[in-house]
C-alpha cells in the first residue's frame, strides 16, 4: 500500500510540475507547428484551463514569396475540447 501511494504522489508531482512550467515549454510547441520559412519571435500565454488557453501576445515572422511578413496579434483565446 506505501509503494502505491508513493507513486501516486510522485505521479501528482510530476504532473504539477508540467502544468507549472506550461508557460515554458507551450512556445516550443507551437514552433514546432509552424511552416518551413517562419519563426516564432515571442509568445506570452497564461496557463492552460478546462476549456482553452489565453495568449498575451503572440509575434511570428516568416517570408513568402520574397517578402519578409511580421505578425503580431494580442489577446488571444485558443479553445479547445
Known amino acids: 500500500m506505501k509503494v502505491l501511494l508513493k507513486l501516486t504522489l510522485v505521479l501528482c508531482f510530476v504532473l504539477l510540475g508540467t502544468y507549472a512550467a506550461a508557460p515554458l515549454w507551450l512556445p516550443n510547441i507551437l514552433a514546432s507547428q509552424l511552416p518551413p520559412g517562419w519563426k516564432l519571435e515571442e509568445m506570452q ?13 503572440l509575434q511570428i515572422k516568416g517570408e513568402h514569396g520574397g517578402t519578409d511578413i511580421e505578425l503580431r496579434a494580442s489577446g488571444i483565446r485558443l479553445e479547445y475540447r
Do not use: A
Open 45 to 57: 500565454s497564461g496557463y492552460p484551463g478546462v476549456g482553452g488557453i489565453d495568449v498575451d501576445l
